[in-house]
């Protein structure tokens, strides 16, 4: 699939829609692409097992780096492993809409202590709650 001149995906359609394996592109400008996802989708959306890229800038120019791992469900993160310039922030469930989804924050801020801590068990749309 090509757009605005540039490739914007590779791999598997069906119905017109992404199916299968494939790779997602970001235009950087008109001579280039990105990676910015390579895996499975359904219906024209992530599905299965999948990896999620973000770039980071420096003085050296860009890099990618993994933004998350795992699996997908309708296009969201499902379950798998949340990085954030490179650190391993979260481990385990994704759920929205206040669903309860269990796993490892190694980055937790605890507004009672005023400090970051690893907290595993149940949480609420990012909140702690419990073991």
């Known amino acids: 699939l090509y757009q605005a001149g540039g490739v914007r995906y590779i ?4 119905n017109g829609k992404k199916s299968g394996s494939g790779r997602e592109y970001a235009l950087i400008d008109n001579k280039c692409a990105r990676l910015i996802y390579s895996g499975g989708f359904y219906e024209g959306k992530r599905n ?18 993994v933004r998350f791992t795992g699996d997908w469900l309708d296009g969201n993160w499902y379950y798998g492993h949340w990085f954030e310039d490179g650190r391993l922030l979260y481990s385990g469930e994704f759920r929205y809409n206040g669903e309860e989804a269990r ?10 202590t005023g400090e970051y801590e690893v907290r595993t068990g149940r949480f609420v749309d990012g909140v ?3 073991e």
């Open 103 to 112: 796993g490892t924050n190694y980055h937790y801020y605890n507004e009672e």
């Open 128 to 130: 702690y709650v419990g």
């Open 11 to 14: 791999g598997g359609c069906e």
């Open 48 to 65: 299965g097992t999948g990896t999620e890229y973000a770039e980071r800038y420096s003085d050296g120019g860009r890099e990618s780096l």
